[in-house]
């Protein structure tokens, strides 16, 4: 496509998405298009309903019928673009379209969004990259009746095993220094398989989750009771610290982890504090699971 006008007479397909503009009628525009390592480069295009067959050869793909085309949408969701039916680019709000050699593709859920992926594996690194993840949030993958696992960038995920369906994006950054659950956090505890009792003690509402599975050999017990305290307004309000009963020592010195010296009064015990900070929570997202992936982080960094 080498015929094309000046840049002055190119349309740009994000920029009229974003200022909520028809393109400009007649006028090629730009639209980013990449293969799975999703690095976009800018293609020409003349018409504003494309198909998929028009996008295959935007990038020489042969032969057409081996190829598959998604559309990514404004809210991150994915959407398959048919090789011979038009699809309107601008209505959809889609700026960004993937273009892979593949004959099927396999479906998963990040958060709520429903995600397909043309190849069986993915990266963790590319997972991450579809999530359009804040720096300080990481994806989990959701283990019904176990414990989520926290995905690396460097992971491989075999979308087509059984059980990789859904993964989650949770708070994973700390720093050092209710008469009833919202439904989400029960339906994640009972699923997990968490038991735990909702407490109040001097008009504060709290959680404790008894017999917490401790990072194995890091301290000098293998459980410990958690306790969170729920300000009011959550879940839209977020909690901050968290704390432990019996305190807890690092092995194999027996020194106390960082930040953790100092002592609170709360339903009859003594608890350990554990002084990690949350900076940054969704309301409407975020909830136990976020808390519990924050906890389980300083834990496994607990150092002297």
């Known amino acids: ?14 920029e009229a998405v974003r200022q909520g503009r028809p393109m400009r009628v007649g006028a090629p525009f730009r639209v980013m298009v990449a293969d799975t390592s999703l690095e976009f480069e800018q293609k020409l295009l003349r018409d504003p309903k494309p198909n998929g067959r028009q ?8 032969p057409v019928d081996q190829f598959i085309v998604i559309a990514i949408l404004p809210n991150g969701d994915f959407e398959d673009i048919r090789l011979d039916e038009p699809y309107d680019l601008r209505g959809q709000g889609a700026e960004r379209v993937l273009v892979v050699r593949s004959d099927r593709t396999y479906r998963f859920k990040i ?14 690194f590319v997972l991450k ?3 359009g993840l804040a720096p300080n949030y990481n994806l989990w993958l959701d283990v019904p009746g176990g414990h989520d696992r926290k995905i690396a960038d460097s992971d ?14 949770l708070i ?3 720093t050092e220094g209710l008469e009833a659950l919202p439904s989400a956090d029960r339906m994640f505890l009972e699923e997990h398989g ?17 017999d917490f599975a401790l990072p194995d050999g890091k301290f000098d017990h293998t459980h410990t009771d958690l306790l969170i305290l729920l300000p009011s307004g959550y879940p839209d309000c977020p909690p901050d610290m968290f704390y432990v009963f019996p305190h807890l020592a690092l092995k194999p010195n027996g020194y106390a982890p960082k930040a953790t010296q100092v002592r609170f009064s709360f339903a009859g015990r003594s608890w350990q504090r554990w002084s990690r900070h949350n900076e940054s929570w969704r309301s409407g997202i975020d909830g136990l699971r976020t808390m ?3 906890v389980q982080t300083a834990l496994a960094e607990a150092r002297p």
């Open 1 to 14: 496509m080498t015929d094309f006008p000046p840049d002055s007479e190119i349309d740009d397909l994000a």
């Open 55 to 62: 996008f295959v050869e935007l990038v020489d793909g042969h």
């Open 111 to 124: 958060d709520d969004r429903d995600l397909e992926w043309p190849q069986p594996c993915i990266s963790g």
């Open 129 to 131: 990259k579809i999530a």
């Open 156 to 169: 491989i995920i075999n979308l087509d095993e059984p059980g990789i369906e859904r993964f989650i994006s």
């Open 172 to 174: 994973d950054q700390t």
């Open 194 to 210: 968490f038991s735990y009792e909702l407490v109040s003690d001097k008009h504060q509402d709290a959680i404790i989750l008894r």
């Open 292 to 294: 519990l992936a924050r």
